[in-house]
């Protein structure tokens, strides 16, 4: 098997805030904070790697940020080689709201399974275009067709 060279120009450490709930009026405090390696080239070599191949991921990191970012991939198991830089790599920062994780749905005042399905019909549509941010609304209603939900139940 080859080799595929994933070149990882603008990596960033990805961290989340997951909040119980947000409230705009008052101080929230996060119940859990995650940090990951991110960005688009990063996150195709730890796809690629999770599937198996061959993968190694190159390129350019500075800063407290991209010792975090090579330590996440390396903790992770996917190899990386990396060229340090002066400047400081890019984070990100995401709150997750535990009590609202769908925004459509909410506003639509869809149940929970329905909220799901539309995410999970809107995901497919997003991942499948050529352009980050942006959808087939074709796409989405074929895939919103194929979403079935199945509830299992615990042990």
Known sequence: MSRILVAALNPALDIT???????????NRPVAVSTRPGGKGLNVGRTLHALGADVLVIGLLGGPAGDAISAGLASAGVPGAF??????SRRTFAVVDRDRGLAHGLVRADSWPERLRHATALGAAT????VAGEFSRADYLRALDEVQLIRIEAA
């Open 17 to 27: 805030h997951e909040l119980a709930g947000v409230d705009w009026s008052r101080v």
């Open 83 to 88: 060229t340090p830089i002066a400047a400081e």
């Open 127 to 130: 991942a499948s275009a050529p």
